[in-house]
């Protein structure tokens, strides 16, 4: 059974750091791109970051950048984002998503709540 589990979300002070893991099981994402969405109450899901196979090739959006990495270790199915310098507006449901462009195709997880305290 193919499941996307995320761990690391919580209640995160402003100007701290915050590290998420996604774990995969019943798939093998070595050739799939990995990545990081997030949802806020009343707003539509935004991409976060992501990060291509192969040469890891990575994307952030321009609200995270400079602060906001993304990595993944294919020998353990899982990626990982770290944040830096949290502010209030990053609160939001992170989810994790792993997807394959040929054919194309997508797995998400279930969401981690992240609250940044001011």
């Known amino acids: 059974q193919v499941q996307l589990v995320e761990s690391g979300g919580g209640l995160v002070q402003a100007g701290g750091t915050l590290r998420l893991s996604c774990v995969a099981s019943g798939i093998n994402v070595r050739f799939a791109t990995m990545g990081w969405y997030r949802q806020a109450p009343g707003k539509q899901r935004e991409l976060v970051a992501d990060i291509t196979s192969g040469s890891s090739t990575t994307n952030y959006a321009d609200s995270v950048k400079g602060r906001t990495a993304i990595s993944r270790d294919n020998a353990k199915n899982t990626v990982y984002l770290q944040m830096n310098s949290l502010k209030p507006e990053d609160t939001a449901v992170y989810y994790c998503?792993?997807?394959?462009?040929?054919?194309?195709?997508?797995?998400w997880g279930q969401g981690t709540q992240v609250t940044v305290s001011s």
């Open positions: 998503n792993v997807r394959w462009n040929i054919p194309r195709y997508e797995y």
